[in-house]
């Protein structure tokens, strides 16, 4: 049976920093359009440097980082970006600062400012566009951040630890937000955490990266999946812990 080509697609990808040896070695990813695609590892493995390279923001030493089909040259207007700390501009209100990936391009139009307040709309924060960073609470930054990616309609979403640093309520309302609006949109998302119950809960798949290289991919096939209620079966915790082994060292995983 045939399969969509996939929309992202990392190719035998290295990269090495100046002096270094290669943080990303010949790392091979596939992702359809509209997966979400989870990338979990330990700190140093790569997962950032791999996410730069898809998002063009670096370019790979060997290999190749394909977007719909093209090679990758540097950053795709196709790629929208979130980051572990919100990094909103303090002296731009946050309308201003939901705007910016348009304004850096061309001028903001009126239609620029309906979209980005409905997509502030849609994350509940609308009333707080006027106001400034210092204003919002470590929930609401990041659900402007969240609107900064997605206001202009990417096909692709990557995303970098963006819940890390908040509490675990507002975490997993942030989860739920992210689903609603990237299903609505079939949009294709690579996500990056060290957090394996998050992996699970948000992926259609999750990947293991270790030394630079993507190891087992999961496929998560869950009843009622992305329901609250997912995260209490039994399966939900079952993958987490195949996860959870998967990323341990041989000696680890062999005791």
Not at 19 to 28: F, H, L
Not at 71 to 83: C, K
Not at 156 to 176: G, S, V
Request: glycine share 8%; proline share 8%.
């Amino acid at each position: 049976m045939p399969t969509d080509p996939p929309f992202l697609a990392v190719e035998q990808a290295s990269y090495a920093y100046p002096g270094e040896g290669p943080t990303v070695d010949r790392a091979d990813l596939a992702l359809a359009p509209g997966d979400f695609h989870c990338l979990v590892g330990r700190s140093g493995c790569g997962k950032t440097t791999l996410l730069k390279l898809a998002a063009g923001l670096v370019l790979p030493t060997a290999g190749r980082v394909r977007i719909a089909g093209r090679a990758l040259t540097g950053p795709s207007r196709d790629v929208g970006f979130a980051f572990q700390s919100p990094s909103l501009l303090e002296w731009r209100t946050v309308l201003d600062n939901v705007l910016l990936p348009i304004s850096l391009h061309r001028r903001v139009r009126p239609a620029d400012r309906a979209a980005a307040l409905d997509w502030l709309d849609r994350l509940g924060i609308a009333e707080h566009g006027p106001r400034y960073p210092r204003q919002l609470s470590g929930g609401q930054q990041s659900r402007a951040a969240l609107a900064r990616a997605l206001v202009t309609a990417p096909p692709a979403l990557l995303m970098d630890e963006p819940f890390a640093a908040l509490d675990a309520i507002t975490r997993e309302e942030l989860q739920d937000d992210l689903l609603r609006l990237t299903r609505e949109r079939g949009t294709t998302v690579l996500f990056v955490t060290h957090d394996m119950a998050e992996a699970v809960y948000l992926g259609t798949h999750v990947s293991v990266m270790a030394r630079g290289r993507i190891g087992r991919t999961f496929a998560v096939d869950l009843p009622a999946r992305h329901g609250a209620e997912s995260r209490y079966d039994p399966r939900f915790t079952a993958l987490c812990h195949d996860i959870r082994a998967a990323l341990a060292p041989p000696a680890e995983a062999a005791a």
